[in-house]
C-alpha cells in the first residue's frame, strides 16, 4: 500500500480551497478563517489516511508559512511562526517520554514485569486479564506511546498465553477460548491507563497544552488525582464486565503462572541496566509527584530521566536517534498544535465560543456540561485518531463550555480523560486497536458491540462516581 494515497488527497485539498474560498463570517479575520482552512483540511487528511500524518503535517507547515495568515506581508516571520511549536517544552515531554520508554523495552524490564503479574494474578482467565492490565499500569506513567505498551510489550505475551492455552488465531473456533477475551480486556485495560496519566498517551499532553492557552493550568499531578478514582474503579470492573459479556470458554489457567515463571527463569536474575531503568523511573515519578514543590518542570524531569539514562548507557545515542516513534510524534504534534493554537489567538474559538453560546444560551452549565461531554466522546466514531480528535475538537468544546459556565479545570480534565476511554468504541479508534484487532481473535460486530457497552460502563464510572470525587477534591 502507498503511503500517499491520491484519491484521498485530491479530496483533502478540494475541501481545503472550498473553505479557503468562501467569505469568512462576520466577525472572523480572513487571516484566521484562512488558517482554518488549513487546519480543517488537515485533520480531513489525516482521518481519510491521505498520507502519513507526518507528511500531512509537514504539508500544513508548508501551507501556513507560504499563505502568510501568521504574519501577512513578512515572509521571514510568517516561516519563524510556523516553526514556533517545536520550541513548546509539552512537546518535547511527549518526545523525550518515547525515548526513556525505549529503555523499557531495550533492557526487557517491561517484559519482566508482565511476567511478575501473570505468575501471581494468572490462575484464571480473569485473573490473567487483571494481571496484564496491572502490568500496562505500572508500564504507563513512563510509556506515553500506549501503542508501544499495549502493542510492544502488552500484546505479543497476551497473544502467547492465549495460544499456550490453545486459542490460536488461525483457527476461529478457538478464538472464545480465551484469546477474544484477554484482546478486549487487555484493550480496554491500554486506555484506562491511558487516561489515567498525563503521560500515558500522546494526546494528553496536547489536551494539557490547550487548556493552558485558555488559562487552565494543569500538572502531571492533578491530572492523576482527578482521574484516580474513576480509573482505579474502571480497572476493577472492566475485566469483570466483559468476562460476564464476552466470557471465555476457559475458566481456569492454572498453568499460566508456571508459564510466567518460567519465563522470567530464562530471562535470569535483574541485570545491572533493568535496575538502572527501575531507578530512572522511580526518579521520574518522585519528581512528576513533587516537581511543583521543587520548582522542576515536567520536561525537566524527562530531560533528567532521559541524562541519566545516556550516561549511565542503558540508552545510547544511536536508540535515541532511531526511536522513529518520538521524532514523529514530535514533527506532527508540533503542527496541529502550532495551528490549534494560533487559532484561538487570532479569534476563531472565542468567535465559535460566542457563537455556540447564542445557541444555547440559558442552559444551566450542570445541563450543557453532560451534553458538551457526551457529544465530544462519541464523535470519536468518526475519527481514526485521538490525536486527530483532540486537535480537531478539544479548544472548541472546552471554549463553549466554559462561555456557558461549566468550571474551567473540570471541563479541560473531562475532556482529557475521553481521549483514552473513548477509544474502545471502534477497531480503528485509538493507536493499539488496530494491533489487538488485528489479532483476529474478536470479530468486528462484537468489538463494536463491546465497545458501546464499555463506553456506558465508562460514562458511569467517570461522569456519575468521578463526578463526586471531583466534588471532594474541590475541582466544582
Given at each position: 500500500m502507498k503511503e500517499i494515497k491520491y484519491l484521498q488527497l485530491l479530496v483533502t485539498v478540494i475541501f481545503g480551497v472550498i473553505i479557503w474560498l468562501i467569505p469568512p463570517p462576520v466577525g472572523v479575520t480572513?487571516?484566521?478563517?484562512?488558517?482554518?482552512?488549513?487546519?480543517?483540511?488537515?485533520?480531513?487528511?489525516?482521518?481519510?489516511?491521505?498520507a502519513s500524518m507526518g507528511t500531512m503535517s509537514i504539508l500544513a507547515i508548508t501551507l501556513v508559512a507560504l499563505s502568510g495568515v501568521l504574519a501577512p506581508g513578512n515572509p521571514g516571520k510568517s516561516i519563524t511562526l510556523a516553526l514556533s511549536s517545536f520550541g513548546d517544552k509539552v512537546i518535547w515531554?511527549?518526545?523525550i517520554s518515547f525515548f526513556i520508554a525505549r529503555g523499557f523495552i531495550k533492557t526487557g524490564l517491561g517484559k519482566r514485569i508482565a511476567y511478575i503479574f501473570i505468575r501471581i494474578f494468572g490462575k484464571s482467565s480473569l485473573g490473567?486479564?487483571?494481571?496484564?492490565?496491572?502490568?500496562?499500569?505500572?508500564l504507563a506513567p513512563a510509556v506515553p506511546s500506549n501503542t508501544a505498551r499495549g502493542g510492544g510489550i502488552i500484546y505479543p505475551i497476551m497473544k502467547s498465553m492465549a495460544m499456550n492455552f490453545g486459542s490460536v488465531p488461525e483457527d476461529p473456533a478457538t478464538h472464545r477460548k480465551?484469546?477474544?477475551?484477554?484482546?478486549?480486556?487487555?484493550?480496554?485495560?491500554?486506555?484506562?491507563?491511558?487516561?489515567?496519566?498525563?503521560?500515558?498517551?500522546?494526546?494528553?499532553?496536547?489536551?494539557?497544552?490547550?487548556?493552558?492557552?485558555?488559562?487552565?493550568?494543569?500538572?502531571?499531578m492533578s491530572w492523576f488525582a482527578a482521574a484516580l478514582v474513576p480509573a482505579a474503579l474502571s480497572i476493577i470492573v472492566v475485566p469483570f464486565v466483559l468476562y460476564k459479556v464476552y466470557p471465555p470458554e476457559l475458566k481456569s489457567t492454572g498453568n499460566?503462572?508456571?508459564?510466567?515463571?518460567?519465563?522470567?527463569?530464562?530471562?535470569?536474575?535483574?541485570?545491572?541496566?533493568?535496575?538502572?531503568?527501575?531507578?530512572?523511573?522511580v526518579i521520574l515519578l518522585v519528581l512528576w509527584i513533587t516537581g511543583d514543590l521543587f520548582g522542576i518542570d515536567a520536561t525537566t524531569t524527562a530531560l533528567i530521566g532521559l541524562v541519566f539514562l545516556l550516561l549511565s548507557q542503558v540508552l545510547d545515542w544511536e536508540d535515541v536517534k532511531s526511536e522513529k516513534g518520538a521524532w514523529d510524534?514530535?514533527?506532527?504534534?508540533?503542527?496541529?498544535?502550532?495551528?490549534?493554537?494560533?487559532?484561538?489567538s487570532l479569534g476563531f474559538i472565542p468567535w465559535f465560543s460566542d457563537l455556540i453560546k447564542k445557541q444555547v444560551g440559558g442552559m444551566q452549565w450542570m445541563v450543557a456540561f453532560p451534553i458538551i461531554v457526551l457529544v465530544y466522546f462519541y464523535s470519536h466514531y468518526i475519527f481514526a485518531s485521538a490525536t486527530a480528535h483532540v486537535a480537531a475538537m478539544y479548544s472548541a468544546f472546552l471554549a463553549v463550555g466554559i462561555s456557558v459556565g461549566i468550571p474551567g479545570t473540570l471541563?479541560?480534565?473531562?475532556?482529557?480523560?475521553?481521549?483514552?476511554?473513548?477509544?474502545?468504541?471502534?477497531?480503528?479508534?485509538?493507536?493499539?486497536a488496530p494491533v489487538f484487532f488485528?489479532?483476529?481473535y474478536v470479530e468486528l460486530k462484537d468489538w463494536w458491540k463491546c465497545g458501546f457497552l464499555l463506553s456506558i460502563v465508562y460514562i458511569i464510572l467517570w461522569m456519575g462516581i468521578g463526578a463526586g470525587w471531583w466534588k471532594v477534591l474541590g475541582i466544582w
Open positions: 480572513p487571516e484566521a478563517w484562512h488558517l482554518l482552512a488549513i487546519f480543517l483540511s488537515t485533520i480531513l487528511g489525516i482521518i481519510l489516511k491521505a515531554l511527549i518526545g490473567l486479564a487483571y494481571g496484564l492490565g496491572l502490568a500496562d499500569l505500572v480465551l484469546g477474544g477475551f484477554l484482546t478486549l480486556s487487555s484493550y480496554n485495560m491500554n486506555l484506562i491507563t491511558s487516561s489515567l496519566f498525563l503521560t500515558g498517551t500522546a494526546s494528553n499532553p496536547m489536551c494539557q497544552k490547550f487548556a493552558k492557552n485558555m488559562g487552565i493550568d494543569i500538572t502531571w499460566a503462572p508456571a508459564m510466567a515463571a518460567e519465563k522470567l527463569k530464562e530471562m535470569g536474575p535483574v541485570h545491572k541496566n533493568e535496575w538502572l531503568m527501575l531507578l530512572a523511573f510524534t514530535i514533527v506532527w504534534f508540533s503542527a496541529l498544535v502550532m495551528m490549534a493554537s494560533f487559532l484561538n471541563l479541560a480534565l473531562v475532556l482529557g480523560f475521553c481521549g483514552g476511554i473513548f477509544g474502545t468504541l471502534t477497531h480503528y479508534g485509538h493507536g493499539p488485528g489479532s483476529t
